[in-house]
């Protein structure tokens, strides 16, 4: 429609430039008070936007690996399922609109609560200061940053002393909040700014573009970051730089990443749609296999895994790639994976 509009408004330009008269103008003007107070405002989406971003891969990363962790030997890491964040946390020119908006400052505050974890469980919420950690001051700024990792990194068990809210003339609630971790892949996973759809996988460092949070809805989003997690678990990097054809390492990460993505609990259905997705954006990707499978070969393979899943679980059978008599073996086997206790 926009299109459609500047090709009328062209229109009307040129007839107006054939008039003897110089056509004159009208519309309203905005102030520049006006125009700073919008571009806060908008500043402030921009900050809005990254927290939900944020939230949304860190929920699924949480899901999917707490579903993944039978699989990771000992590479699994304590998590209580919350992000926390100090005024310096954020850009330079970020950091009052932080403090400003959303309440930021040097003392370390919840970012925000994983659903189903151990933190919202205990009752945690967003903004909550956390003014203790087992008993300890957590410390200003950079060091309360480095107080939190250090103490969540080291134990499965964890009490936060939270300060929550305060009014004029209303004292703060404190509590203590007792939390218990999951364990889950250690994968390093982390959100770019970057526009263009994508993740990649560089050891078991894992980065997803925020073009692919605006692109992909949460179950989509699942089967990308279960895809990459497949690449870690199969150690699929050594196999190329073996001679293993990435072709080949490409449809066995979709095959995996799907069962992760079903014991994570995601609409299995979601993965290979999100090829069709693809191929509706980006035609070029129905014909284009040059080091990765084209959109329709991807799609077909996964709708017969799709039913693959549906029929294990329907058959109350472990959810384990490969055939049901044998799903474990084909896992240790042929993807370097490890077996599930």
Sequence with gaps: MLRIGLVVLSGLCALAGSASAAPKLYYLAASSHEVALEGEFQRRL??????LNQY????????????????????????????????????????????DGFGFDDRLRVQHVIPGSSAQQAGLHSG????????????????????????????????LSIRRGSAAGISPQLFDAKLEAAEICRFDVELTDAESIGALTVGNHITVSKGMMWFANDSQLAFVLAHEFAHVLGDHGRLVQAGTAQMEVEPAADYVGLYIMARGGYDVSEGPAFFRRVAANFPQMISLSSSHPATPYRYVALMKAVEEIKTKIASRVALMPGPAQEASRTMQTALS?????
């Design 337 to 341: 994976l490890p077996q599930a206790p």
């Design 128 to 159: 909550d200061e956390i003014a203790a950690i087992n008993g300890r001051a957590t410390g200003i700024g950079s060091d309360g940053l480095r107080n939190f990792a250090s103490a969540t990194s080291s134990g499965s068990r964890l009490v």
């Design 56 to 99: 949304r891969l860190d929920t699924i990363r949480f899901n999917l690996g707490r579903a993944a962790a039978p699989f990771c030997k000992s590479e699994t890491q304590p998590d209580f399922g919350l992000r926390v964040a100090v005024g310096s946390s954020f850009a330079v020119n970020e950091q009052r609109l932080a403090q």
């Design 46 to 51: 921009v900050l809005e936007q990254r927290f």
